[in-house]
């Protein structure tokens, strides 16, 4: 579980992120959404432990997150940054199997989670080939792979961030990534999901944190936070909000 109480951060003395308190509980998905510099990024960044908080305490697993060692702290916790950046001709397997480098699970266990990883990121028709010959669609579901397979196959006590995982995908691929991601949290990992689609969060999130100016608008169930009134004082767009007629969630629509 990742706790994160009162964080505070600063950039070049400006307060980019302030008053964040939440609980990444066991099994959750928790979908983080705003406006473009609302802090989406930063929040990942800062609860990945690549930024530093000014204020306020991160722990991970009941310990605070910069008292684990690296090798302890990629046991955890798995970070998909918004790009991954990878200049090399591996194999897409090889790619994906540097999620293993923190575990010491032996050669075949290994090759068992890239294959279930690859398959689960609907990549495992793209192995053995050239990573820089993917699509940039296809490089993003290498890379969640590669995440999934860090902390395969999911369970309580690892936790997973990943910034924009769907960003390059067509409407097929964010439905399928969204649903590996949700199966991985119903296995028991901790999941927070930085998105821009409010319909996306709203069927695969069990709970929202939508941010403003770097501070917490809305936290909440889907149907809690995506009222009209707070999607227009957060994003500036006058919607509709109705029921799906098959599933129940919320469903956004701009007048």
Same mark, same amino acid.
């Given at each position: ?113 890239? +294959?279930?990883? /690859? #398959?689960?990121?609907? !990549?495992?028709?793209?192995? *053995?080939?050239?990573? =820089?010959?993917?699509?940039?669609? %296809? ?83 889907? +149907?809690?936070? /995506? #009222?009209?009134?707070? !999607?227009?004082?957060?994003? *500036?767009?006058?919607? =509709?909000?109705?029921?799906?007629? %098959? ?9």
């Amino acid at each position: 579980m990742l706790r994160v109480e009162g964080v505070q951060v600063r950039r070049d003395s400006k307060i980019v992120l302030a008053d964040i308190t939440l609980d990444l509980l066991p099994g959750e998905v928790l979908g983080v959404l705003g406006p473009n510099g609302a802090g989406k990024s930063t929040l990942l960044s800062t609860l990945s432990g690549e930024l530093q908080e000014d204020q306020g305490n991160v722990w991970l697993d009941q310990q605070a997150l910069s008292a684990w060692s690296g090798a302890q702290r990629a046991q955890r916790l798995a970070v998909l940054p918004q790009t991954s950046t990878l200049d090399f001709a591996f194999r897409v397997e090889e790619v994906v199997g540097m999620g293993r480098l923190p575990h010491q699970t032996g050669k075949t266990r290994d090759e068992q989670i890239i +294959t279930a990883a /690859l #398959q689960a990121a609907d !990549v495992g028709h793209l192995s *053995g080939r050239n990573y =820089l010959a993917l699509s940039g669609g %296809e490089r993003q579901r290498v890379h969640l792979a590669r995440v999934l397979a860090q902390l395969w196959p999911g369970e309580a006590g690892q936790t997973l961030l990943l910034d924009e995982p769907t960003s390059m995908l067509d409407p097929l691929h964010q439905h399928t990534i969204l649903q590996a991601i949700r199966a991985f949290a119903d296995r028991g990992a901790a999941v927070l999901v930085i998105l821009h689609d409010l319909n996306l969060a709203a069927r695969y999130c069990d709970r929202m944190l939508l941010l403003e100016q770097g501070r917490p608008y809305a936290l909440g169930t889907p +149907t809690q936070v /995506l #009222q009209p009134e707070i !999607v227009k004082a957060v994003f *500036g767009l006058e919607v =509709l909000v109705q029921p799906h007629p %098959e599933r129940g969630h919320p469903l956004v629509i701009a007048r």
